[in-house]
């Protein structure tokens, strides 16, 4: 049995991890910005935490306890072609999405080093590897996270430490569900699409939120935690793609590599 702490764990994956962690008998210490909305998570402790407040970080780390594995996993998304993208809007979003998962990270490191074991898993996605316009802050938030956790798998092995990025594809989670979108007047980037969640491509692909929670326990259960984790067969079948894809154009999935940075 492990202690695991959970970030983010109000709804989507993460109440899903949090539920798939108890049912396998470890001790989860679940958190949110709001402990009320984890009400009905049978987990050892609810907990409020902001991962973008250091003080709210340090009492939850506190009151948790010895930690064995942390799941970052708090974020938010926002649609917005590049030059639509309101530069306060993105340093909010990276704030939660990056700049968090470094603030929770580094809370839980100095117990963590001091035993000398302990798993510190993130929330990316198959959008920290390639792109997919009009996601591009989002995304960017997500590249950034894997530089970060790269860098801090290689810094900390020597201490008995490992770390890992989880790459989930689309996920039934309800996040994609009345996204803040930005865009200019007359807006001239309309050909772009938002994402349709409804279609039936993008419900062929799309995994549960149970489903995802029981690839990243699997994960932190794992002899060897692997520093990517593809969540999913349209995660697994796209990064594949992209690892295939020259890097002289712009990669999009489904389309060919000749015509990817063409017009359509």
């Not at 470890?26 to 409020?48: E, F, I, M, N």
């Not at 009151?63 to 809007?89: M, Q, Y």
């Not at 950034?144 to 594809?169: D, R």
């Not at 060897?224 to 594949?240: E, H, K």
């Amino acid at each position: 049995m492990a202690s695991v702490l959970i970030t983010g764990a109000s709804k989507g994956i993460g109440r899903a991890t949090a539920a798939e962690f108890a049912r396998r008998g470890h001790r989860v210490v679940a958190t949110a910005r709001d402990p009320r909305s984890l009400a009905g998570l049978d987990v050892d402790q609810r907990l409020p935490l902001d991962v973008t407040d250091a003080e709210s970080i340090a009492a939850a780390v506190r009151n948790a306890g010895e930690i064995d594995i942390l799941v970052s996993n708090a974020g938010v998304i926002f649609f917005a072609a590049f030059e639509a993208t309101p530069p306060d809007k993105f340093a909010e979003l990276f704030d939660l999405n990056t700049l968090g998962s470094l603030r929770v990270a580094q809370a839980v490191l100095p117990g963590m080093r001091a035993r000398g074991h302990g798993r510190l898993l993130f929330m990316s996605s198959v959008v920290g590897r390639i792109v997919l316009p009009p996601g591009a802050a989002y995304q960017a938030t997500k590249w950034a996270l894997e530089a970060l956790v790269e860098a801090l798998a290689i810094e900390v092995a020597p201490f008995g430490l490992e770390a890992a990025l989880l790459e989930p594809g689309t996920v039934s989670s309800g996040a994609l569900n009345d996204v803040t979108s930005y865009a200019l007047p007359d807006d001239p980037y309309q050909a772009i699409a938002l994402p349709d969640t409804n279609s039936s491509a993008a419900m062929a692909g799309m995994i549960t939120p149970e489903e995802a929670a029981a690839e990243v326990a699997d994960a932190a259960e794992s002899p060897r935690l692997p520093l990517r984790v593809p969540i999913g067969d349209a995660a697994r079948a796209v990064l594949a793609a992209r690892r295939e894809a020259p890097d002289t154009v712009p990669f999009v999935p489904g389309r060919p590599a000749e015509t990817a940075g063409a017009d359509a």
